[in-house]
């Protein structure tokens, strides 16, 4: 896939079967051509996330080139006052800005794979279309952050699963994997005054591939509403074990100056936390941005049980 003029022309290499591509020949730091915006949307559509190397940006030229897709969030629903200052569409990802955002206790009760796999808020009314990532500052080893094609974890069940989870809606609750809710820490204080949470599709339909995709992630679904409990575990753990699958998944790794493009209404993404025992802090700076409210086979949108819609910074 390429422009029509040399100086806008993209490269891009696929990195598995099914998810992520690296994008070279575009500087994004520079405001890019229309030939190179349609060229990496039309790449988002079919590999779900992008990768692009050696890349120089400060918080305002991350920001400018997400601006291009679409408009910019605040940084997250929770970001008070951890976001660097002037900047408050920058999300900061490190141990020290999780320690500082949600509280220490809290990061160190998750397992080693951290949140798990996710795509960014779901419980919001209107979650994220995109998310971009950028590393500042990486281990010499460790980190790697995994994606997965939720497209791909859907097509790939059979028909008759298919049409059973193509009816039904789910619970997404910030912090429901690990009760937030009762939590001391700061994190507590968060979801009890400001508690974000809705019922989407089990299956959502993209707004502009029209592909359908499983939407239900083990870091924020809850539960599948209108199932008994046991019946909602078994269904949920049948969905979770596809989107672990190998085979639809990419495995990327860092390095200062890579940045990550991702689809979060097709993509998921997992983050160990390997890294912890290693020498060399892990900092990246994440912006996202505004979502649609998700809408399932029937035509039947989301709907929120509470918090507010996430629009623009």
Same mark, same amino acid.
């Given at each position: 896939?390429?422009?029509?003029?040399? #100086?806008?022309?993209?490269? &891009?290499?696929?990195?598995?079967?099914?998810?992520?591509?690296? &994008?070279?020949?575009?500087?994004?730091?520079?405001?890019?051509?229309? @030939?190179?915006?349609?060229?990496?949307?039309?790449?988002?559509?079919? +590999?779900?996330?992008?990768?692009?190397?050696?890349?120089?940006?400060?918080?305002?030229?991350?920001?400018?080139?997400?601006?291009?897709?679409?408009?910019?969030?605040?940084?997250?629903?929770?970001?008070?006052?951890?976001?660097?200052?002037?900047?408050?569409?920058?999300?900061?990802?490190?141990?020290?800005?999780?320690?500082? =955002?949600?509280?220490?206790?809290?990061?160190?009760?998750?397992?080693?794979?951290?949140?798990?796999?996710?795509?960014?808020?779901?419980?919001?009314?209107?979650?994220?279309?995109?998310?971009?990532? =950028?590393? @500042?500052?990486?281990?010499?080893?460790?980190?790697?952050?995994?994606?997965?094609?939720?497209?791909?974890?859907?097509?790939?069940?059979? #028909?008759?699963?298919? #049409?059973?989870?193509?009816?039904?809606?789910? @619970?997404? =609750?910030?912090?429901?994997?690990?009760?937030? #809710?009762?939590?001391?820490?700061?994190?507590?204080?968060?979801?009890?005054?400001?508690?974000?949470?809705?019922?989407?599709?089990?299956?959502?339909?993209?707004?502009?591939?029209?592909?359908?995709?499983?939407?239900?992630?083990?870091?924020?679904?809850?539960?599948?509403?209108?199932?008994?409990?046991?019946?909602?575990?078994?269904?949920?753990?049948?969905?979770?074990?596809?989107?672990?699958?190998?085979?639809?998944?990419? =495995?990327?790794? +860092?390095?200062?100056?890579?940045?990550?493009? +991702?689809?979060?209404?097709?993509?998921?993404?997992?983050?160990?936390?390997?890294?912890?025992?290693?020498?060399?802090?892990?900092?990246?700076?994440?912006?996202?941005?505004?979502?649609?409210?998700?809408?399932?086979?029937?035509?039947?949108?989301?709907?929120?049980?509470?918090?507010?819609?996430?629009?623009?910074?």
């Amino acid at each position: 896939m390429t422009a029509t003029h040399t #100086e806008t022309r993209l490269k &891009i290499t696929p990195l598995s079967g099914w998810t992520g591509a690296l &994008i070279e020949g575009a500087d994004l730091s520079a405001p890019l051509a229309v @030939e190179q915006i349609d060229g990496i949307r039309a790449a988002l559509h079919q +590999w779900k996330v992008l990768f692009f190397r050696d890349q120089s940006l400060d918080h305002a030229a991350q920001i400018a080139f997400g601006a291009q897709f679409g408009d910019v969030t605040p940084g997250h629903p929770y970001e008070g006052d951890s976001a660097p200052a002037g900047f408050p569409q920058i999300h900061t990802v490190s141990p020290a800005a999780y320690d500082h =955002r949600y509280g220490t206790k809290y990061r160190k009760r998750l397992s080693p794979n951290g949140p798990g796999w996710h795509a960014d808020v779901t419980p919001l009314i209107n979650p994220p279309s995109h998310s971009i990532l =950028r590393a @500042e500052q990486v281990p010499a080893y460790g980190g790697d952050t995994q994606f997965t094609n939720v497209a791909a974890v859907y097509a790939g069940l059979s #028909e008759t699963v298919r #049409e059973f989870i193509d009816e039904l809606r789910a @619970e997404h =609750r910030f912090g429901a994997t690990v009760s937030a #809710e009762r939590s001391a820490e700061k994190i507590g204080d968060l979801v009890r005054s400001n508690p974000l949470a809705s019922i989407h599709p089990v299956v959502r339909v993209h707004p502009e591939t029209g592909e359908k995709v499983v939407y239900v992630n083990p870091s924020f679904t809850r539960e599948i509403v209108n199932l008994a409990p046991r019946e909602s575990r078994h269904v949920l753990e049948l969905l979770f074990e596809e989107i672990a699958r190998p085979e639809y998944s990419v =495995r990327f790794k +860092w390095e200062p100056g890579s940045v990550a493009f +991702w689809d979060n209404r097709a993509a998921l993404h997992l983050a160990p936390r390997d890294f912890e025992h290693v020498e060399g802090d892990r900092v990246l700076h994440r912006i996202t941005l505004v979502g649609d409210v998700p809408v399932g086979p029937d035509g039947v949108a989301s709907e929120s049980i509470s918090g507010d819609y996430f629009g623009a910074a």
